[in-house]
C-alpha cells in the first residue's frame, strides 16, 4: 500500500529541483544543496509540488517518510530564505572579531580561539558580543552555532559564556557564608 505524505512541499518559482533515484538536488537563488533518500522512500514532482511516499505503514517507513520530508523542505527552504543563528556573547572581557572570513573569539582564555568558516556559512559580527550565522543548510549552521556555542558554554553561577540568543540559562545560589 502507497501512502502520500499528508503535507505535500510546494516548490517557490526560481526553484530547480532534480529527483534521481537515490539522489534529491535543489538548486535555487541562493545555491545548491543535494540530499541522498533511502531507497525505500519515493520522492516525486508533480508541477510545482514534491511528494514524498512511503511503500507501508511499519514503524521504519513513517520514520523515514517524515525525515526525508523534513530533509527535502529544509532544502528547499534554504535556497531560497537561508538559515541564520545568533548567539549571544556574556562575560567580561569575551568577544568576537572577524579575521577575514573566520571568527575569531576572545573568552578568557590565555589565547584566542579561531574558528574557520566552511564553505557556504558566513559570519557576521555587528556587535562584539554577538555573532550571527548565516547559511542555506540549516544542519550546517547549526552545527557551527553549537561548535561555537561548545568553546565556552553558559556557566550556572554567574552565566559567563556564549549562548543562543533568547536561552534560558538556570542560574544556581552558590555559596553561603
Not at 70 to 86: D, I, Q, R, W
Not at 96 to 114: C, F, N, Q, T
Not at 157 to 172: M, N, P, Q, S
Amino acid at each position: 500500500m502507497s501512502r502520500i505524505g499528508r503535507k505535500p512541499i510546494p516548490v517557490p518559482a526560481g526553484v530547480t529541483i532534480s529527483v534521481e533515484p537515490d539522489v534529491v538536488r535543489v538548486h535555487g537563488p541562493k545555491g545548491e544543496l543535494t540530499e541522498r533518500v533511502h531507497r525505500d522512500i519515493t520522492v516525486t514532482q508533480d508541477g510545482d509540488v514534491l511528494t514524498v511516499t512511503r511503500p507501508t505503514d511499519r514503524g521504519e517507513h513513517r520514520a523515514l517518510h517524515g525525515l526525508t520530508r523534513s530533509l527535502v523542505f529544509n532544502m528547499v527552504e534554504g535556497v531560497t530564505n537561508g538559515y541564520t543563528k545568533t548567539l549571544e556573547i556574556q562575560g567580561v572581557g569575551y568577544r568576537a572579531a572577524l579575521k577575514g572570513r573566520d571568527l575569531e573569539l576572545a573568552l578568557g582564555y590565555s589565547h584566542p580561539v579561531s574558528i574557520k568558516a566552511p564553505d557556504g556559512i558566513d559570519f557576521e559580527v555587528p556587535i562584539p558580543t554577538r555573532i550571527i550565522i548565516r547559511g542555506i543548510s540549516k544542519q550546517v549552521v547549526g552545527e557551527i552555532a553549537a561548535t561555537i556555542r561548545k568553546q565556552r558554554p553558559p556557566e550556572p553561577y554567574k552565566g559567563k559564556g556564549i549562548r543562543y540568543e533568547g536561552e534560558y540559562v538556570a542560574r544556581k545560589v552558590g555559596k553561603r557564608a
